[in-house]
């Protein structure tokens, strides 16, 4: 009888251990940067997790990513896949060596060329040490409904922007309304005339001495300051999401913000009726571009165990395919870095063939040192406050040349 029950407590005891075995996973963090992107990634890693029982993806958003994502460097507790805007701070990580170089990853060959080649520009490395995956753009939103109401059109020159806002203002209605309690949102408008006036080859002129900004910024400036004009006079009183809001609810029939805020409009209210269309900066239809960046690099941290290596890896991979890059960027209403996913979102039309022909323009500030690349955003917020176009400009020359 002892034998018996010492083989059967020998056999529960191998049980047990098999089944341990094979219910453990392998976790891997997922640090992502957008808030609106918290629930369609919940889903995909819902999928992802049933195709892949063996292991555990948790996401985690922050606010403030990129700040937080520096303390936690201090602390050697990196994420083993992250997400990053294509900027300095993701040009600074990979050439710290924090990153995996992918170079030989396949899906790279997915991606369409001129975002390849934007990544060499900013990283100055034909390596690869991320993956891009959404593109985003920075329009005007508008209210359909509210301009055919009001007998409205689509400005394609400046004169006929200031003149859309003037009858707007004339019929009652407030033309526009910002954001500029969260700091970052200063960077929608501002992007609008500084990436369509600022000289070509600027930074290598800035750093030979033969430019400065302040000789070459007045004009940006300048309509910087008369496009926020038209605001209601609490510019500085809400934030992005109540900037979401107010634009949902018709507090406003114009609103400067980047596509990524479609999507949690229309939560706000199903019905409203978004389009979009790029910023005319000029009298010269002919010149107007989209700014564009890329919204979102997927990338893998450099110094991964070889189980939680393969881990991620499958996860990028996963989030590369067709069907979940499609599904991403309709819940995002964003446009794909990669090659046969279409953007067939009907508030985007206005913008689609600005894409196919190419009439788009990557941030002129990736050339800025990455502090001040980061400061930006609260020195144009400060410039707004003061309206001194002549100290913010001659602001930006000091920071710059204390780098």
């Not at 606010?63 to 936690?72: E, H, K, P, W």
């Not at 309304?177 to 500084?194: H, K, L, R």
């Not at 990669?338 to 039309?349: K, M, R, S, W, Y």
Request: no cysteine.
């Amino acid at each position: 009888m002892k034998k018996k029950l010492s083989l059967l407590l020998v056999l529960v005891m191998v049980f047990l251990s098999v089944s341990a075995v094979a219910i453990a996973k392998v976790e891997i963090e997922f640090w992502q940067n957008k808030r609106e992107a918290v629930d369609v990634y919940k889903e995909i890693i819902a999928e992802f997790e049933e195709e892949y029982p063996d292991i555990e993806v948790v996401q985690n958003y922050q606010l403030d990513a990129n700040t937080v994502l520096r303390s936690r460097l201090a602390q050697d507790n990196f994420p083993e896949v992250l997400t990053f805007w294509a900027d300095p701070f993701y040009k600074d990580l990979a050439s710290e060596g924090l990153l995996m170089e992918v170079s030989d990853n396949p899906n790279l060959e997915k991606v369409i060329p001129s975002y390849i080649d934007m990544m060499k520009e900013l990283t100055g490395t034909d390596k690869r040490y991320g993956i891009p995956f959404a593109v985003n753009a920075q329009p005007v939103l508008y209210n359909i409904d509210k301009f055919e109401e009001l007998g409205l059109s689509v400005p394609e020159t400046w004169d006929e922007m200031l003149n859309l806002m003037d009858k707007i203002e004339e019929a009652g209605e407030t033309p526009i309304v910002f954001t500029f309690q969260d700091s970052w949102t200063t960077n929608i408008p501002w992007s609008y005339f500084e990436h369509h006036l600022q000289p070509e080859d600027f930074f290598e002129k800035l750093d030979a001495g033969e430019i400065t900004f302040q000789e070459s910024y007045q004009e940006i400036g300048e309509k910087f300051l008369k496009f926020i004009s038209y605001d209601d006079g609490d510019i500085f009183g809400r934030d992005y999401s109540q900037g979401n809001m107010a634009f949902a609810r018709g507090d406003s029939i114009l609103y400067s913000q980047g596509i990524w805020a479609i999507g949690p409009i229309l939560e706000l209210n199903p019905d409203i009726n978004i389009g979009a269309f790029p910023f005319p900066v000029d009298n010269d239809p002919s010149t107007t571009k989209v700014p564009t960046g890329i919204d979102t690099v997927l990338a893998i941290s450099e110094d991964l165990s070889p189980e939680k290596e393969d881990a991620a890896s499958k996860f990028v991979n996963f989030l590369l395919r067709p069907e979940i890059t499609q599904k991403y960027m309709g819940s995002q209403r964003l446009f794909a870095a990669i090659e046969g996913v279409e953007q067939t979102e009907p508030e985007l039309q206005g913008l689609q063939t600005y894409f196919e022909e190419g009439r788009v323009s990557t941030s002129k500030q990736l050339g800025l040192p990455a502090t001040m690349y980061a400061d930006m955003r609260h020195l144009v917020q400060q410039f707004a406050i003061d309206k001194d176009i002549d100290e913010f400009l001659k602001t930006l020359d000091e920071e710059y040349n204390s780098y």
